[in-house]
């Protein structure tokens, strides 16, 4: 068949039942169908990759032969997600009278739709048991202390990197009881190299007056840099006011 070949209802009525009403090649990127479509066709992908997305999130990825709008004409419902072609893609469309043929006629057909049906749901559990792990700013620990509780204790061990939200003094740095700095500002990280390094915390950090924390993990580090690319960036800010202190201690000036 020709590409793009869409019928009138008369030459659709000739169709034998297992053929297509039309072939279309997308474009990389172009759009097939609207997420809230109502669908008198379901597609089935004949060559290339398709992504489909509900309200703006990856949802899964269709290869060759793989079925897709079969929910909306069989509920007789608005398509749940988009599509949309990754590379250039080659796209039979079917009726409902299709589907019919189908079930009764030709069992490996049916056996493929299940086939890449089972697929797909395979696909979305998988997709959703990984989200159901992902990191939620709404799961960040928060942590309150009065003046004079200890946030980290020099000489232990933790996986933890913490960063200030509020303070009525400051937090306090102290080495084997003498005071080395103090962490003023709301938004700033500290705790983290001992956590990425595996070492023993290098200090005490004491809260002034109350004081509110939130609570990080390491392991999270990688989903948090890459979902929440303004955390990386105060991070970064963070450690290089740290350096440029250090930097000003060993050599006496200002840089």
Known sequence: MVDH??????????????????????????EILSEGDQLT?????????????QQG???????????????????????????????RSRVATYGVHALDYFIRETPRMIRSLLTSTLHQLMQTSRQLAQDAELFSLEDVRVNFYSDGDPIIEEGTVGMDFFRLVS????????????????????????????????????????SIGDSVVEIYNVDDLDIIIKDYPEIALQMMRTLVSRLGDVNRQLTGTAI
């Open 57 to 87: 999130k990856k949802l899964r990825l269709l290869e060759e032969q793989d079925v897709f709008g079969l929910e909306s004409v069989v509920f007789n419902r608005p398509s749940t997600y988009s599509a949309r072609a990754l590379s």
């Open 167 to 206: 303070t009525q003094g400051g937090l306090r740095v102290t080495v084997q009881g003498k005071q080395v700095g103090r962490i003023e500002k709301p938004g700033e990280f500290f705790g983290e190299m001992a956590g990425l390094l595996h070492l023993p915390r290098q200090a005490t950090v004491t």
């Open 41 to 53: 066709n379901f597609c089935v992908l004949l060559s290339g990759q398709v992504r489909l997305y």
């Open 5 to 30: 070949a869409i019928l009138n209802p008369d030459e659709k009525q000739r169709l034998h039942p297992a053929q297509a009403e039309e072939i279309h090649t997308y474009r990389q990127g172009e």
